[in-house]
């Protein structure tokens, strides 16, 4: 049986795919900006800065790994950009 919860997440994934070009889009967009204004970096770094490609450094291991952005939605993307870089205009997606 499906509880409140559950529908909740459903409804909130549906909404997310149904911004998802939207949301590509102005990943595309706040991507291609960020390389014109900074064309020493490379295309890797950018993804990294922007907080696109997530880095962490496991101390024990000594090693830095990558998280696996796969199954992030493209519009938590554009919130992961907003919470890491302030300075970065994004436009509101979940309102068009």
Do not use: C, W
């Amino acid at each position: 049986m499906i509880n409140l919860s559950d529908m909740e997440k459903i409804k909130d994934l549906e909404f997310k795919i149904s911004k998802r070009t939207l949301a590509n889009k102005e990943l595309l967009r706040i991507l291609d900006f960020y390389l014109d204004s900074n064309p020493q970096l490379r295309f890797g770094q950018a993804l990294v800065n922007l907080g696109i490609i997530q880095q962490e450094m496991d101390r024990d291991k000594g090693i830095l790994s990558t998280k696996d952005p796969y199954y992030v939605e493209p519009i938590d993307m554009l919130d992961l950009i907003k919470q890491r870089n302030p300075h970065v205009q994004i436009n509101d997606i979940r309102n068009l």
